[in-house]
Structure formats: C-alpha cells, structure tokens
C-alpha cells in the first residue's frame, strides 16, 4: 500500500474592522441581495488589493527630521 501524502494546513490570520451602524444595516441588507456571507463580499471586495502585494519590500525610514527649527545654531 502507498502512504496518503498529508496536506499542507493553511494559515490564516484574523482581522478585525469596526463599522457603523447605518454601515452593518447596508452590508447586511446587501448580503440578503446577493444571497452571500458578510465576510465573502468583504474577501470579494479587498482580494484586488491584497494579491500582488505579498513579495513586496517596504522601506521603513525611522530617522525623524525636525521640520520647524526655530533655535537652530546654524
């Protein structure tokens, strides 16, 4: 007999997002439309943005420049 290969679990993260209420009655009211779940329209609606962004480098510059010096000693 051959041995079952084991699937490789996925890991998720949760989010948390905080809405009006007027917010909830049209996402609620919206879900019943498109007969959906509020977390799949809301995966459907930010996946776009989310795709091609998990190679991405972001720079970081911690140096904090004064913008207003007004006892400078040049």
């Excluded at 997002?17 to 609606?45: G, V």
């Excluded at 795709?51 to 207003?68: A, T």
């Amino acid at each position: 007999m051959s041995k079952k290969k084991k699937k490789k679990t996925v890991k998720f993260k949760q989010v948390t997002i905080t809405i009006s209420a007027r917010q909830k009655k049209s996402l609620m009211n919206f879900c019943k439309s498109r007969k959906s779940t509020p977390n799949k329209i809301i995966k459907k609606a930010i996946r776009p943005l989310l795709e091609n962004y998990h190679d991405l480098e972001v720079n970081h510059v911690s140096s904090k420049v004064n913008q207003l010096q007004l006892f400078s000693m040049e």
